[in-house]
């Protein structure tokens, strides 16, 4: 038989073996202890709350075939449902930026996995049909003169549909933000648009429009 020589001491050791012979039935703040396995599987099940004993739906099985309670859907497995339900989405942005002008947001497509839309010149063009569409951003004007303002409209085939003024705003930017439904029997078009009294500039950051198609 081989020997060994322990670098320990004998109470060094004793410390070891009863940490382990007298093992924690449950993880304790502070203790030096071991955790029986028993003790690790309880606990771990009483943190997990709500998704204690849950299993894990992924793509391949579908969230159609696991249309129940215990089941925990992948990102992939949510976007294969809202595919296959036929939601279209649509998102345009415009990150930040300034305009002396009158002109659109040139917003630019961010997302349209189902091609509901183009946008060209910050004006999207929508198909025939019903879409919700909500728009919002962040605008300032700040020239010291109260003569010279921003009117920011949203607008549906070049009509407005909401305006918002922006004048003398300082340094913040003033949050917009509408929602409303549009509809139109042949192609029609939405944008942001900035109206121009005078001479002056208007800042804008995280501008978007998103679209839900629903008719």
Do not use: C, W
């Amino acid at each position: 038989m081989s020997t060994f020589n322990l670098t320990n001491t004998a109470s060094q050791v004793d410390t070891a073996i009863q940490a382990v012979v007298g093992a924690d039935t449950t993880p304790t703040n502070g203790s030096a202890n071991m955790v029986t396995s028993d003790g690790v599987f309880d606990y771990v099940g009483t943190q997990l709350g709500d998704l204690a004993g849950k299993t894990v739906t992924v793509e391949s099985t579908g969230i159609a075939a696991t249309d129940n309670d215990t089941s925990i859907p992948t990102s992939a497995a949510v976007n294969a449902a809202v595919t296959a339900a036929g939601v279209k989405v649509a998102s345009y942005t415009a990150a930040s930026g300034s305009t002396s002008g009158d002109t659109a947001i040139p917003v630019t497509e961010a997302l349209d996995p189902s091609n509901i839309g183009s946008v060209s010149g910050g004006v999207v063009t929508l198909g025939a049909g019903t879409y919700l569409v909500t728009y919002s951003g962040g605008f300032r004007e700040d020239d010291n003169d109260n003569n010279d303002y921003y009117d920011v409209s949203f607008r549906h085939n070049a009509s407005n549909f909401f305006t918002e003024r922006l004048n003398e705003t300082g340094n913040f930017y003033r949050l917009l933000s509408y929602t409303t439904i549009v509809t139109s029997a042949s192609s029609q078009t939405v944008d942001i648009y900035a109206d121009r009294t005078s001479g002056t500039t208007l800042h804008y950051q995280n501008v978007s429009i998103s679209i839900l198609k629903i008719g």
